[in-house]
């Protein structure tokens, strides 16, 4: 020991020894690479929603909040339950000071579809759901006109207070268009529009800075904000407050009305969903409210597959402007979704029109893929009138479960519905024999699917041409995602 | 005609005896008469003067005579000579020069009134100082040489002189005049007798004279404790300052003598103050007894004032003038702060005799700051050099910070370190209120470390902003000045030196500590070399360095708990090793490491309840900021992972050259040790880095600092090697290049990657200048950030959370509520969230950055919202609601507030102990043998000595 101490090399060989016992002790400790685990956001039951059903004058409302899904033992772990009983409430739009309004329509039925026909006159109903209700919870306003200047089917989702909403249709000068603002909220909105024409932006002062105060509606014509485009984008959003906004066209006599649905915002790429089989036009409606000129690539998701359209590959968009392109010869008379690309964002409508001598038309747009479900309030199937389901996987195969929730009787048994990947399938809605009246409709992908979207189409055959109204189907709001959450400090930092 | 008859007086002091009597006897006026007095000496004093004298003029007394009595003594039984009689008084350790009473006869001559002259009194030992010429008194009772403590003659103050009064040492005085004033006052058997005999000769009409063409050298062996004073047991100290202030009061008039009185009282308390701040609790207990005992005497002082009543008042206007100016006291005042701010001690200049006054030490760091040679001195200081450099490397790194930091907008921040907001009051407010409105509220004591920001912000005006880049991004050249002067007494190679603050400086650690905001060990790190040089002084027992080393070990410790554990390990050993060598270094240890136990206890407690926080350090925890998957090869390193860390091998030159250090055979204890301390350094860092969160940056700046004390010691032979020649030139050639590599290979790469990020210096505040401005007091603006899944957020209110509030812990029930509500929120699954939020008091809810969307349809959705603004740089919604700001809790802060009383007081009183300002050594060294000998001595060795010398009662 003496002489190893005394050595020259003895004390660097001890050191060296004890490095190389560090190192081993080190390299031995490393904790093998843990993959990331990104924390998931549990789903939760909604709590509570509001709707305004925006002219439901002469209108049959639909309200439902399917049941509880039965959950697999795996999924319960990861979701909240609800938190008991609750009930939906109908009235008419009121100022918080005229709190006590009578005769409001109370629903506490999850399950069931509730439907009535609203007498004309009276302004927006607000759809208030809490609690159990309200998971889920959609309603709808759809009108049936056999004559006149609105002959045809004219539906439209409920929506909910916002802050933004897009539409994307035909221009003040091509139609009638009126727009309907509410605003149920404790708090005023204040609004403004923006109007993309094929022409570019129109520019209005009238468009600025309309307050719409708590409890109050407001019906616009655009034809007084831009009355010369003939298509059009137009954007209504809040500096403050939530509003709910919806579109109603009006082509004239003989040739159709309906809602515009809203489109989803701008984004890079947008599909448009839940175009039906049956013949008719087909009018794409692309605007871009960017600066820069774009160029769309389209791609049509049918049931034999997905591929763009011969001749119809591309449309050119130019900055803050709206473009339309007929696709009639490319989808007409086959279920389709569109695929729409491009580099700028981008929001997309489409118009279909009925056959026969007097037309119809109905609207779908840009919308979200369903992940977490969706509902269709209204579904029809009493005399000639069909309920269609247009469902689209264009990126990866899924597998969708679809349940009817008829009001009256037992709901039959789910459908599975197999979408092979880029493939788009029509499903007819018919409910099981025996059941009378509407029914509303559940649409949920299975685990493991890719991003699925679609439609509602409602068509009748009538003497004088077909009567169309369409509805993109709508993320349900059943659930919410519920996001991890961490009082951190750090949150300051970037 | 004359007759000179000289008196020595001797006790005690064979050592100075047999000079003194052979000037007397070489005198070129020869003396009439020689009488030798012999109190009682022990060693030999009294054969002395036998031998010189002859035995029927040597006078055996016993040994408690004071001096005044032994000349009453002689000249009671010396009978009268004719003509004019002078008696020459003589101390045994005074010795005149040859001219000396020749001069002073003639200036007798010169001035008939004159009836007692004094020779200028120089130094025993160093023969040129001045002691004397002639002594005042303040109205303070003080003695007054009218000189500057140390100061040489030059004849500047030569010439006859009238003064008040002059020492005993060589007092010629005429024998009727003795006999007319009866002499030197017997009650005073030592100090001030000669005061009180001229004043009353003074009184009496007499002339004082001193005249500085005689010269004497005195040893003021009395004053100065060369030998033990038998006529009374008190220390010399109490006895002066006693007899200083009976003989003022016994000679003043009724009138001065009040206004005396009261000045004494006070200025003796102020004084007490001052010492007891000084560390000098004996100098302040014999201030009190002295005043004690010349006021609780009254009879005493009556007899004495009744002797002296004949001529006092009439007296009094010509006395006057010769007490030293008021202005006086002010100026010892200014002397005696100046003197203790230099670390000389209160040097009382005037009150104690001349010489006492210590040769200034050499202070740390020395010769950092020695500008004697102006500039260019500065500038060829390799350490200024080094510093500049460091600073210049700083600003290179930092570039993309500066900006920010100088624009009045931008907040540094980022990493472990949140936007810097507030002030010094802040942080102040923080540390000792007892509830903390700050985010949900708390109850948690603020944890120590905020003290301290809040201490350096109050000397940054106030600005902690500047407080922080100061610490944080100077800490490199920090860190290099600090590795530099530390290594002073341990290495002195200079080159050697340079290369290590250079090295230690940029270390990975560094590097990381700036780009991740680790502000904690950014002190820690300029702490580190300092507590190595402490350390050095408290294992050789230094109780002072022991106070030092335990307040700094205080200030790491609540930054990075760590470094307790660490350094009290390393204590441990020490204990272990050198406890039994040498005495008090268990005692210093203890103190050094106890200090901070003390001084944190309430936090320490809370750490220890959760170990895991020890591995920890101040400021945000964040995944991010560590490198979890840290390789064996970069902790071998010393990379500490993490952001700003450079390239695996930018260190391998230190490992190669501490390697390298390990073959030289001498002084392998030294670099064994440094090893030692790196391989235990290693080790803790390899615990540290498998802890989540944690980040092994001290641990490593350990292992770092053993490395580089191994290899720095060494380093010196690289001089010998290179003289050497031949291959072993060639040798030291390419060990002072791979040695090199390190820090300019370290300055390089950080110079070409930046500094920054994540710290970044031009963060906004992060509550939105709306909410700011539009929140009620108390009311909150609560941040929500997604991130990686989850949706962090934080409740501010008012105003971005302060460095320390993320250390609160709010009540755990409150947390989980919220936590729910905020989730809720985010989620947009309801409405009533909302009202949760609002009831805790929040008001505006952001969203940094570019929204996302998810996050902003849900906040949108909330009916009880209203979006305020939304751009890429944020959104703001608003509660429209009612919002109620929870009333904070009724709290009983007693035992807060008594600790934090106590913390305060335990600071001050450390603070007083490690402060240098009581270095005064009692000088020890022996007179008559050695006169050069001065070194570095302790306080230790002198009361062992003195300790030893057996105390013979009289």
């Given amino acids: 020991m003496r002489r190893l101490i005394e050595n020259r090399f003895g004390l660097l060989a001890l050191v060296l020894v004890a490095l190389g016992a560090l190192y081993g002790v080190a390299f031995v400790s490393r904790p093998a690479p843990a993959a990331q685990v990104r924390p998931q956001a549990v789903r939760a039951p909604v709590e509570s929603v509001t709707a305004v059903c925006p002219a439901p004058s002469g209108s049959r409302v639909s309200v439902v909040t399917p049941d509880q899904e039965q959950q697999s033992q795996e999924q319960q772990n990861q979701v909240q339950q609800s938190q008991g009983p609750g009930s939906a409430t109908l009235s008419a739009i009121k100022t918080p000071e005229e709190k006590a309004g009578g005769k409001d329509d109370v629903i506490d039925r999850p399950g069931l579809l509730w439907q009535r026909e609203i007498a004309a006159g009276g302004g927006p109903l607000v759809v208030d759901a809490t609690g159990s209700m309200a998971a889920g919870l959609e309603s709808a306003q759809t009108v049936r006109e056999t004559s006149g200047t609105q002959r045809g089917l004219a539906g439209v989702r409920c929506v909910e207070p916002g802050a933004e909403s897009w539409f994307v249709g035909p221009g003040p000068a091509a139609a009638e268009m009126t727009l309907y603002l509410a605003n149920p909220d404790a708090a005023p909105a204040v609004v403004s529009f923006m109007v993309y024409s094929g022409e570019g932006p129109v520019l209005s002062e009238r468009g600025n800075g309309v307050v719409v105060k708590p409890g109050q509606h407001r019906v616009i014509r655009l034809r007084d904000l831009a009355p010369s485009p003939l298509i059009m984008a137009l954007q209504v959003s809040t500096r403050s407050g939530r509003v709910a906004a919806a579109v109603k066209a009006v082509l004239g006599e003989g040739r159709g009305v309906d809602w515009l649905p809203v489109a989803a915002a701008p984004a890079t790429r947008v599909v448009v969903p839940g175009i039906p089989g049956t013949a008719g036009q087909r009018e794409l409606y692309v605007a871009t409210p960017g600066e820069r000129d774009t160029v769309v690539r389209i791609r049509a998701v049918l049931e034999d597959g997905s591929y763009a359209l011969k001749n119809k590959e591309t449309i050119e968009v130019p900055a803050g402007s709206a473009a339309s392109l007929d696709l009639s010869t490319g989808i007409g008379g086959q279920p389709a979704a569109l695929v729409l690309e491009s580099d700028v964002p981008i929001v997309a409508g489409l118009k279909i029109t009925g056959t026969g001598a007097r037309q119809d038309v109905a609207f779908t747009a840009g919308a979200a893929s369903v992940d977490l479900g969706s509902v269709v309030a209204d579904g029809r199937a009493e005399g000639k009138q069909t309920s269609w389901l247009v469902l689209s996987a264009p990126f990866s195969a899924a597998t969708v479960e679809v349940r009817l929730v008829p009001s009256k009787g037992a709901a039959p048994a789910p459908v599975e519905v197999k979408l092979p990947a880029a493939r788009t399938k029509e499903l007819r809605l018919a409910p099981p024999k025996g059941s009378k009246g509407g029914f509303s409709v559940v649409v949920r992908p299975m685990p493991g699917s890719g991003p699925v979207y679609g439609g509602r189409v409602l068509d009748e055959g009538a003497k004088d041409g077909q009567l169309l109204t369409a509805q993109p189907l709508a993320m349900a709001r059943t659930w919410a995602l519920v996001p991890p959450t961490v009082d951190a400090p750090g949150a300051v930092l970037p | ?954």
Avoid at chain 2, 269 to 289: C, G, M, S, T, Y
Avoid at chain 2, 495 to 510: K, S
Wanted: positive net charge; proline residues 6%; contains cysteine.
């Fill in chain 2, 1 to 954: 005609m004359h007759s000179v008859t000289a008196i020595v007086v001797a006790h005690d002091g064979a050592r100075w005896l047999k000079e003194t009597l052979a000037a007397v006897l070489r005198q070129t006026r020869p003396l009439d008469r020689v009488v030798g007095v012999d109190n009682g000496s022990r060693d030999g004093s009294g054969t002395l003067l036998t031998e010189a004298f002859g035995s029927g003029n040597v006078l055996t007394l016993p040994r408690s005579t004071g001096f005044g009595e032994a000349v009453h003594e002689v000249l009671r039984r010396l009978p009268p000579a004719p003509g004019q009689e002078w008696v020459w008084l003589l101390h045994d350790d005074c010795v005149p020069d040859a001219h000396a009473l020749q001069a002073l006869l003639w200036a007798a001559e010169q001035d008939p009134k004159a009836a007692i002259l004094g020779p200028k009194l120089r130094d025993w030992l160093d023969r040129r100082v001045l002691l004397e010429m002639g002594v005042t008194v303040s109205r303070s009772g003080r003695r007054d040489t009218g000189l500057e403590p140390r100061e040489y003659d030059q004849g500047q103050h030569d010439g006859i002189a009238d003064v008040l009064s002059v020492s005993t040492a060589g007092m010629l005085i005429r024998r009727d005049v003795w006999d007319e004033l009866s002499g030197l006052d017997t009650a005073l058997p030592l100090f001030r007798d000669d005061l009180d005999l001229c004043w009353r000769a003074r009184t009496a009409g007499h002339r004082v004279l001193n005249v500085s063409d005689a010269v004497a050298w005195h040893a003021e062996a009395s004053a100065r404790r060369r030998r033990r004073i038998a006529t009374s047991e008190e220390h010399p100290r109490r006895l002066d300052r006693r007899n200083g202030l009976f003989v003022l009061m016994a000679n003043l008039p009724f009138g001065a003598l009040v206004r005396s009185v009261l000045r004494n009282v006070f200025g003796s308390a102020l004084r007490v103050l001052l010492l007891l701040l000084a560390k000098q609790p004996a100098n302040a207990l014999d201030e009190l007894a002295a005043l004690g005992s010349v006021l609780g005497h009254p009879l005493r002082l009556r007899r004495a004032r009744k002797a002296r009543r004949k001529g006092r008042k009439q007296g009094w206007p010509a006395i006057r003038r010769k007490l030293s100016p008021p202005g006086a006291a002010f100026r010892r005042l200014a002397d005696m702060v100046q003197g203790f701010l230099a670390g000389a001690g209160p040097v009382d200049s005037a009150g104690r005799h001349h010489a006492a006054a210590d040769r200034a030490q050499e202070d740390d760091g020395d010769e950092l700051l020695t500008d004697s040679g102006g500039v260019q001195r500065v500038f060829s200081s390799p350490g200024v050099v080094l510093c500049l450099i460091l600073a210049v490397i700083t600003l290179a790194a930092e570039r993309t910070l500066l900006p920010g930091l100088l624009s009045s907008d931008g907040h540094l921040g980022g990493g472990a370190l949140v936007p810097v907001t507030g002030g010094a009051s802040d942080l102040w407010r923080l540390y000792i209120e007892d509830h903390h409105a700050a985010g949900l509220g708390s109850q948690t004591w603020a944890p120590p470390y905020v003290a301290v920001l809040a201490g350096l912000s109050a000397v940054a005006l106030g600005k902690t902003w500047l407080a922080v880049a100061v610490v944080l991004l100077g800490c490199v050249p920090l860190a290099g000045i600090s590795a530099y002067a530390a290594t002073k007494r341990m290495i002195s190679y200079t080159p050697a030196r340079v290369w290590l603050a250079a090295t230690y400086a940029l270390l990975p650690v560094t590097t990381g500590v700036v780009a991740g905001g680790r502000l904690g060990t950014a002190i820690v790190i300029v702490l580190l070399p300092v507590y190595a040089a402490l350390a050095t002084r408290v294992i050789a027992g230094s109780r002072r360095a022991a106070w030092g080393f335990g307040l700094l070990l205080t200030v790491g410790t609540a930054f990075v708990p760590l470094v307790y554990v660490l350094v009290a390990i390393l204590g441990g050993l020490a204990a272990v090793s050198f406890g039994g060598i040498r005495r008090g270094v268990r005692r210093s240890l203890v103190i050094g490491l106890g200090t901070p136990v003390v001084l944190l206890f309430p936090w320490l407690v809370q750490i220890a309840r959760e170990p895991g926080r020890i591995l920890l350090e101040s400021g945000l925890h964040d995944g991010r900021l560590t490198a979890p998957r840290l390789g064996a090869d970069s902790l071998l390193m010393l990379s500490p992972g993490g952001p700003g860390v450079p390239p695996v091998w930018a260190t391998a030159g230190l490992i190669a050259v501490a390697l390298a250090a390990l073959l030289l055979r001498r002084h392998q204890m030294i670099v064994a040790i440094g090893w030692g301390v790196m391989l235990f350094g290693l080790l803790v860092a390899i615990v540290v880095s498998r802890v989540d969160d944690a980040w092994p940056g001290v641990p490593l700046a350990f292992a770092a600092t053993g490395l580089l004390v191994a290899a720095g010691h060494q380093a010196h032979r690289i001089a010998e090697f290179r003289a050497a020649g031949g291959l072993r030139r060639l040798g030291a050639m390419l060990i002072v290049v791979v040695a090199f590599a390190t820090p300019l290979a370290a300055a390089a790469l950080w110079v070409t990657r930046g500094a920054q990020d994540p710290l970044r210096s031009d963060l906004s505040d992060p509550v939105p200048v709306l909410a700011a401005l539009q929140s009620a007091p108390g009311e909150g603006t609560l941040l929500l950030r997604p991130r990686d899944g989850r949706v962090g957020y934080t409740l501010m209110r008012g105003r971005g959370p302060l460095i320390g509030e993320s250390d609160l812990e709010p009540p755990r029930e409150a947390t989980d509520r919220f936590t729910t509500a905020v989730a809720g929120l985010a989620s947009g699954r309801g409405s009533t969230y909302v009202q949760t939020l609002a009831s805790s008091g929040v008001r505006f809810v952001t969203v940094p950055g570019v929204v996302d969307p998810a996050l902003q349809r849900a906040l949108d959705s909330q009916p009880a919202l209203v979006r305020v603004s939304l751009s890429e740089t944020g959104g703001l919604w608003r509660v429209a609601g009612q919002v109620t700001v929870p009333p904070p809790p009724a709290t009983a802060g007693a035992l807060h507030r008594g600790w934090l009383w106590a913390q305060g007081a335990l600071l001050v009183l450390v603070l007083i102990l490690a402060s240098p300002g009581a270095r005064t050594k009692e000088p020890d060294v022996d007179y008559a043998d050695a006169p050069a000998e001065e070194g570095p001595r302790g306080r230790r060795r002198a009361k062992g000595d003195k300790g030893r010398k057996d105390r013979v009662p009289a």
